[in-house]
C-alpha cells in the first residue's frame, strides 16, 4: 500500500449529502445492513467537495458507537468493523437506459479498507468510496439530498431509513403524495424477493417504519394509501410533510365520488351510537383517521349486529370494524383505495370480530381482559417482526450474553437462559422459533428484551391504548 496516502481524520460537516434523481443514489438500491448504513454515512460527512477521492478516510468506531447510541460497545465494535469490510462487496443498482435499451447498472461502494495491525490501534478503520461512486457524491450540481445525520442515527432498521431518504427527497421537492407501484417500493427498499411476499406482511413492518420515521425525524408521514385492482395491492401512496408543517393535516385520500363532506351526516352518525359507550372524542377521531365515508359504511354494518343483540362489546366491536381496510359490500374489479393514517408501531387487528353475547352491566372485567390480550398481542407482534431482520436476531443473542454476565439474575431470567440454550438458537432461526414457540417462559423474555432495547416502540404501543385503559381503569404492565 501507498503509505503516503492523504488521510482525512475528522467528519467536516454533520450532514450527509448525495445525489438523488432518477440517477442518484436516494432512489437506487441499496441493500445495505443497519451497521453498513451507518459506515456509509460517515464517510459521506467526511468527503471533501474539493477531493479526488483518492484520500483515506479515517473512521473511528467509537464515535459512531456514540453518535448512534449504541449500547454494548465491544459487541459493536466488532460488527462496524466487519461492516466496513462487507462494504467492500456492495454494490449500488439502478435501472437506466444506454443507446436506447434498458439496463440495470451496478457500481460499488468502497474500493479501499485497512485496519491497524495492532491491537492497541483498533479502534478505527481507513476507507475510502470507489471512483466509480464519486461522482453520485461529489457533482451536485443539479438534484441533490442533503440530511442532518442525526436523524439517520436513531433509525434502527435499514428499511426506514432507505424509506426515510426517499420520503424527506420527494417532499424537498414539494410532493406531498408520493406514489410507487408495489414493485417499485420493493426494489428501492432492496426487500429480498423472499421476504414479505404477501403485501399484508408487508404493510405489518411498513407500519413499524413508518412509526421509526415519525418519532425520530424531521418528517411525517401522515398516512399511507393502497389502491388496489382486483383485490390485489397495486400502488402505495405516501403522504408526507416537514415537521414544522406537520399540524396543516390533510383528510384522508377517498375517491371523490364516495366523500360525505356536511357537518349534519356527521352528528347524525354520532346520534346512532352515542348509546352504545362511544364518546364524542373517539368518533371525531375515527372521522379525522378514516373519513367520514369510511365511518358511515362501517356504522351500518355494525349497527345491524349490535341492534340483533349480537355484539356483547360494541366500542371494540365497532373501532376493530374502523381498523378493518378490507370491509366491502362486494367485490369490485375496478380500483379501490383504502387509507390509514400513521404513525403506528403495529398494525391494528385486521379481523371483524365474531358476533357474541348482549352487553350487560357485568363485563368489566371482560373489557379489561380483552384489552390486555390485545396490548400483549401487539407486543408480541412487533417483537417478532423486528426479529425478522437480522441485525435485530443478533442484538438479542447479544442481550442474551450480556444477561448470562450479570452476577445478580433473577431465577427466571436464569431459568430462560437455560432454556435459550438448550435450543441452540442463532441469527437464522430465532424468528421462526419465536414465532411457532409455546413458552410463557420465553414469550416474557422475548418482550423483556423488547421492552429493554426498542423502548420507543413498547412506548408507542402503550401510548395507543392507554386511553382505553384509562376509560377501564386498567394498568397496561
Not at 363532506?261 to 378514516?290: A, G, H, M, V
Not at 358511515?296 to 340483533?308: A, D
Request: a neutral charge.
Amino acid at each position: 500500500m501507498n503509505t503516503e496516502l492523504k488521510i482525512v481524520n475528522a467528519p467536516l460537516r454533520e450532514t450527509v449529502v448525495m445525489k438523488a434523481g432518477r440517477a442518484g443514489i436516494v432512489e437506487a438500491q441499496m441493500n445495505l445492513s443497519i451497521h453498513e448504513y451507518r459506515v456509509f454515512f460517515k464517510m459521506l460527512t467526511m468527503v471533501d467537495r474539493e477531493s479526488t477521492g483518492k484520500e483515506l478516510l479515517r473512521i473511528s468506531v467509537s464515535d459512531i458507537i456514540q453518535e448512534c447510541h449504541l449500547t454494548n460497545a465491544g459487541y459493536h465494535y466488532k460488527t462496524l468493523k466487519e461492516a466496513a469490510l462487507s462494504l467492500m462487496t456492495r454494490q449500488i443498482k439502478f435501472p437506466g437506459t444506454l443507446d436506447g435499451k434498458p439496463y440495470t447498472f451496478y457500481v460499488s461502494i468502497i474500493d479501499k479498507t485497512a485496519e491497524p495491525r495492532f491491537e492497541t490501534d483498533d479502534l478505527h478503520f481507513l476507507t475510502r468510496f470507489h471512483p466509480d461512486l464519486l461522482p453520485f457524491i461529489l457533482d451536485l450540481k443539479s438534484e441533490f439530498l442533503t440530511i442532518n445525520r442525526q436523524y439517520l442515527n436513531h433509525l434502527g432498521s435499514p428499511y426506514s431509513i432507505k424509506l426515510y431518504m426517499v420520503l424527506k427527497h420527494q417532499s424537498r421537492q414539494n410532493h406531498r403524495f408520493v406514489t410507487y407501484t408495489l414493485e417499485q417500493l420493493r426494489f428501492i427498499l432492496s426487500i429480498p424477493e423472499d421476504s414479505y411476499r404477501k403485501y399484508g406482511n408487508l404493510r405489518q413492518v411498513l407500519n413499524n417504519w413508518v412509526y421509526e420515521i415519525n418519532e425520530f425525524t424531521d418528517i411525517t408521514i401522515h398516512s399511507v394509501t393502497e389502491t388496489k385492482r382486483k383485490r390485489l395491492v397495486q400502488d402505495v401512496t405516501f403522504e408526507v410533510s416537514h415537521k414544522h408543517n406537520a399540524h396543516h393535516r390533510l383528510e384522508p385520500i377517498l375517491p371523490e365520488t364516495s366523500r360525505v363532506p356536511t357537518e349534519d351526516i356527521k352528528d347524525e352518525l354520532f346520534e346512532e351510537i352515542r348509546n352504545y359507550k362511544i364518546t364524542r372524542s373517539q368518533f371525531d377521531n375515527w372521522i379525522q383517521l378514516y373519513g367520514r365515508e369510511h365511518v358511515n359504511f362501517r356504522i351500518k354494518v355494525g349497527l345491524r349486529y349490535i341492534k340483533q343483540g349480537m355484539i356483547r362489546k360494541p366500542y371494540f366491536y365497532m373501532d376493530s370494524l374502523m381498523k378493518n381496510k378490507e370491509l366491502v359490500e362486494q367485490d369490485e374489479v375496478k380500483p379501490t383505495v383504502a387509507t390509514y393514517t400513521l404513525p403506528r408501531s403495529v398494525p391494528a387487528t385486521e379481523a371483524m370480530p365474531s358476533p357474541t353475547l348482549p352487553l350487560t352491566s357485568k363485563n368489566l372485567k371482560q373489557q379489561t381482559d380483552d384489552l390486555m390480550e390485545e396490548y400483549y398481542e401487539r407486543m408480541n407482534e412487533a417483537c417478532n417482526n423486528l426479529l425478522s431482520v437480522r441485525e435485530n436476531a443478533l442484538d438479542f443473542l447479544d442481550y442474551v450474553e450480556q444477561l448470562r454476565k450479570q452476577t445478580d439474575k433473577t431465577i427466571i431470567v436464569s431459568m430462560s437462559i437455560q432454556n435459550f440454550d438448550k435450543e441452540r438458537l442463532t441469527a437464522e432461526t430465532l424468528y421462526d422459533y419465536f414465532k411457532a414457540s409455546n413458552s410463557g417462559m420465553m414469550y416474557t423474555f422475548k418482550l423483556q428484551y423488547f421492552k429493554d432495547r426498542h423502548s420507543a416502540i413498547w412506548n408507542g404501543i402503550r401510548t395507543q391504548l392507554q386511553s382505553q385503559a384509562d376509560q377501564l381503569g386498567a394498568k397496561l404492565d
